[in-house]
């Protein structure tokens, strides 16, 4: 479903962002390539902590922030070094998750009849749709329903930007390689908790790659991750407990060479999860995720041959 006919009343998101660095204020920012262009693409989706001046939660700023791949954009901080765009969102994912379809939006938060179409969605009925229902466990992130007119514009403020300037540079980096591979960047808890997917208490490895049952990667792609993270001590599993959503699918076609992941980093490996402070262990992670990424521009590099 497109924006477009998803948000008939949807604002313009201004200019399409191209491989420049741009920063669209409170909403996202792109960093450019500082190297010779690879076919390579970074997001960071949740690692936004901006709370928007519009926005009128229940529960504390530390609430609303507290599921954040907080330091996620940092680690990755080296992708423009090694020639791949890094576009990241300001603000928190439980204000609005730029990972959902806009199908996932759940209803029982609006005030009046949501317009729009809906799926059946595991994740709005947890309270983590489009929207959060919940700051975290059974804290109701409002006191109060959201007019339809208030969810739209967080969708065409938000949710439209987001997507269109990630499809432009992936497109941009596709018409140039004829490839492209994209790393959607995100932490998890170091286990499963009340409004997660997997059990409460569930162990969590150091990685998770999420390629949704290989739709969105191709299998070569998938195992080179996983074999290249191995080489560096980390544990690797893959499509367990994240599969990927709908940033690893919704501009993914690995038949035609656009590949995307879902990569998911443990916090207990580079944070303290109760105060969110960086632990011994981060600039050992960081070094590993820099060389991951040098390694992984090589391999893109030599997977689309010469540039077009």
Request: glycine residues 8%.
């Amino acid at each position: 479903m497109s924006a477009a006919s998803a948000i008939p009343a949807a604002r313009s998101a201004g200019t399409m962002f191209g491989l420049e660095d741009q920063t669209l204020p409170g909403v996202l920012s792109v960093e450019a390539p500082r190297a010779p262009f690879v076919p390579v693409v970074f997001d960071s989706p949740h690692s936004g902590l901006d709370i928007p001046d519009d926005f009128r939660p229940a529960v504390s700023a530390e609430r609303v922030r507290v599921s954040a791949d907080t330091h996620v954009d940092d680690l990755f901080s080296a992708a423009p070094d090694i020639g791949a765009p890094l576009l990241k969102a300001h603000f928190p994912r439980s204000f609005l998750d730029v990972n959902r379809s806009l199908r996932d939006m759940d209803v029982t938060m609006v005030d009046g009849v949501w317009p729009h179409p809906v799926r059946e969605s595991p994740t709005a009925r947890r309270g983590m749709g489009l929207m959060w229902r919940y700051a975290w466990g059974n804290e109701l992130m409002h006191d109060r329903l959201l007019s339809v007119a208030e969810a739209e514009d967080r969708i065409a403020r938000y949710w439209v930007p987001y997507h269109q300037t990630l499809r432009t540079l992936l497109d941009t980096t596709y018409a140039r390689f004829g490839g492209v591979y994209h790393i959607n960047c995100h932490s998890m808890t170091a286990v499963g908790h009340a409004i997660s997917s997997d059990p409460a208490g569930s162990g969590r490895p150091d990685i998770c790659i999420g390629d949704l049952y290989g739709t969105s990667a191709g299998p070569d792609f998938v195992a080179f991750i996983r074999e290249t993270l191995r080489a560096e001590g980390l544990s690797v599993a893959i499509n367990k407990p994240f599969r990927g959503a709908e940033l690893a699918e919704a501009y993914a076609n690995p038949v035609l060479g656009r590949h995307s992941v879902q990569f998911e980093i443990n916090r207990r490996l580079y944070m303290d999860e109760e105060t969110r402070e960086r632990t011994a262990g981060y600039s050992a992670l960081k070094a590993i995720l820099t060389r991951f990424s040098r390694t992984l521009a090589a391999y893109a590099v030599q997977q689309v041959g010469v540039a077009k």
